[in-house]
């Protein structure tokens, strides 16, 4: 039966005190891109399969990804594209087996994020002005 006293199992005390670290956060993000470009791979069938439909279901699809969530959508992906592309290339490097010094981690841990961003920034400025 029921004691009268609930007895609970203790917290381990890394639970409050742990801190992400850079490398755990890339290995989520690169997880979660991979999701996302799955996502985006689904989109990219429906989107071909509506430009070959029909210049209407063409022109709706369209209006769509030229709205303000649309664009938000494209850049989510395009980002996602770059993170994971770079986190791949520092992962190859690390199967063949540099790149393991602490210091090292960190620093290409850092390049992939300012690469992910410069890469994005860089796609949608040139998009821009071909598109203009």
Known sequence: MNSPTR???PL?????IYR?????VLS???RVTGIVLSAF???????LSVAAASPQAFAT???VMGSWIGQLLMIAGVFSFFMHLSGGIRHLFWDAGYGFQLRTIYASGWAVVI???LLTGATWVL???MAG
């Open 20 to 24: 992400p670290q850079l490398t755990s």
């Open 12 to 16: 381990s005390p890394n639970i409050q």
């Open 28 to 30: 989520i993000a690169n």
């Open 127 to 129: 998009s821009i002005y």
């Open 115 to 117: 690469a992910s961003l």
């Open 7 to 9: 007895h609970t199992r």
């Open 41 to 47: 791979a689904v989109f990219l069938v429906i989107w």
């Open 61 to 63: 699809v369209q209006s």
